[in-house]
């Protein structure tokens, strides 16, 4: 073990209460064969904290896999808050709807399926006719050459104090590679577009744990 990874595990077991609805969306997230990359234990905690501070009552989140960061923000949102998490892929979707249920999260989590960038086009429209409120944090975590994409529908979708997070923008540091990946490549176009859109103030975090080297962009919505 990393003593990073040494040193993550110790504030967890300091800091985050043992938690059966979690860890049984995470087994049967495994059981289901889904992929071991959705965000870890303390990020969970961070993006609660963030949703807590700022009041949301709305989130949006763009990547659902199994539901596990769903859950840790929904569970942030005030009675009558309401989530929508975007998912392409049907399968990750029916495991993400069954964890939330366990979590008795049913009636305030909903999971959409099919590519993101059409259900943001989407809430877009209805954001611009009237037919949906702003949203008071974005969580992007999904196919990362569309990050940029999904960036500027979230800034469509905000509000002047909206927060948006975005994952893995360091990505133990290819992003400097070159030439870089395309999930690198997704990076820098994120990164462009929050530099050249003058709505947004931002830094990155970077992070170590037992995900190794990563970081999350946080931005703000003047
Ligand atoms: C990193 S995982 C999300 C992890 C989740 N946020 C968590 O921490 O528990 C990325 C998810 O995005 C989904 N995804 C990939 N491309 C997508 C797209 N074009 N539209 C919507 N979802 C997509 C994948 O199927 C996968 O479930």
Redesign the pocket.
């Known amino acids: 073990m990393t003593q990073w990874s040494a040193v993550e595990a110790w504030f967890d077991a300091q800091l985050l209460p043992a938690d059966d609805v979690l860890s049984e969306a995470q087994a049967a997230s495994a059981a289901a064969g889904l992929p071991p990359?959705?965000?870890y234990p303390a990020q969970g905690a961070f993006l609660q904290v963030l949703a807590r501070s700022i009041g949301a009552r709305r989130i949006l989140?763009?990547?659902?896999?199994?539901?596990?960061?769903?859950i840790w923000l929904a569970r942030a949102l005030p009675a009558g808050g309401r989530l929508i998490s975007?998912?392409?892929?049907p399968d990750?979707a029916s495991v993400a709807r069954a964890n939330l249920a366990r979590a008795g999260l049913s009636a305030v989590a909903e999971v959409v399926v099919g590519?993101?960038?059409d259900t943001l086009a989407r809430l877009v429209s209805d954001r611009e006719a009237g037919r949906e409120e702003p949203f008071d944090l974005v969580f992007i975590?999904?196919?990362k050459p569309?990050n940029a994409v999904y960036l500027r529908a979230a800034v469509r979708l905000a509000r002047p104090g909206t927060v948006i997070v975005v994952d893995n923008v360091v990505r133990q540091g290819e992003i400097l590679a070159d030439p870089p990946d395309p999930n690198s490549v997704g990076v820098h176009d994120l990164v462009t577009a929050v530099a050249a859109e003058p709505r947004l103030s931002a830094t990155v975090l970077q992070t170590v744990s037992s995900k190794k080297w990563d970081g999350f962009l946080v931005a703000i919505v003047d």
């Open positions: 990359i959705s965000i989140e763009v990547g659902t896999l199994g539901g596990y960061s769903t975007c998912e392409i892929s990750h590519p993101a960038a975590d999904a196919d569309s």
